[in-house]
């Protein structure tokens, strides 16, 4: 089965830097990536995904990067705020049709000090 | 309107025990989902339901039993409530062919 390692697990950063959270995974035949924000107290909740035949996406100051040959993805949050602050979890799926088995890292626990 | 809701929110129980979590959805999604999030975080895959149909089955105990009344409700049953089964439990809803999850706000379950 899929196995997906995100690092590093705690990441704390001065408000307006930027953020990095890295993670690989081993099922060549993964073709969805998409990244989650935990808050407190709150469900996961989709921010930015991105799929196999496309290297790079940005979304404000979101933005995710996919190697498909070294199986590695990464979120990259620029100008970082406060209410950034969150788990940010990654995760690698196969994907189609209603079979959407995500494998989840375990997490990035991010603090923006303001 | 909250679109992926969970009750209840807490459960406190003894060990041995029996208890359910509800799940239901009103965002018109085909795909229910349970996972399990324990101390450390982690995010698991429990069950998936399609259309009231059972999708995905990972390796879980079978004192767990989801049901699927209609596409917009995912019930968990779990018996003989054990300690390791203290967690987050969330579930969530896709619409078919998109792999974007919707989750719930979780039921936090403690096991005495």
Redesign the interface.
């Known amino acids: 089965g899929e196995n997906v390692e995100q690092h590093p697990s705690t990441l704390s950063v001065q408000e307006g830097d930027s953020a990095v959270i890295k993670c690989t995974y081993s099922d060549s035949a993964s073709n969805?990536f998409?990244w989650?924000k935990?808050e407190l107290?709150?469900?996961?909740?989709?921010i930015i995904?991105i799929r196999s035949n496309v290297g790079e996406k940005k979304d404000q100051r979101i933005a995710v990067t996919l190697n498909k040959t070294a199986k590695h993805f990464s979120l990259h949050i620029t100008e970082t705020q406060p209410e950034d602050s969150a788990?940010y979890?990654c995760a690698a799926?196969r994907?189609g049709?209603?079979?959407?088995?995500?494998?989840?890292g375990?997490?990035t626990l991010l603090t923006v000090n303001p | 309107d909250t679109a992926?809701s969970q009750t209840p929110k807490y459960l406190v129980t003894q060990m041995g025990n029996d208890k359910s979590i509800k799940c239901e959805q009103n965002l018109g999604h085909?795909?229910m989902y349970w996972y399990k999030q324990d101390s450390?975080?982690?995010?698991?895959?429990m069950f998936?339901y399609?259309?009231k149909e059972l999708?995905?089955n990972e390796t879980v105990p079978n004192r767990f039993s989801p049901k699927s009344p209609d596409k917009a409700h995912l019930n968990l049953h779990i018996n003989s409530l054990e300690l390791g089964d203290s967690a987050v439990y969330?579930c969530?809803s896709?619409r078919?062919?998109?792999?974007?999850?919707f989750?719930?706000?979780?039921s936090r379950l403690t096991v005495l």
């Open positions: 969805y998409p989650y935990q107290g709150k469900g996961p909740q989709l995904d788990v979890f799926s994907g049709g209603s079979n959407y088995k995500l494998t989840f375990k997490g | 992926v085909d795909t450390k975080k982690f995010l698991k895959i998936s399609n259309n999708i995905i969330f969530a896709s078919m062919g998109t792999g974007e999850l989750f719930g706000e979780g």
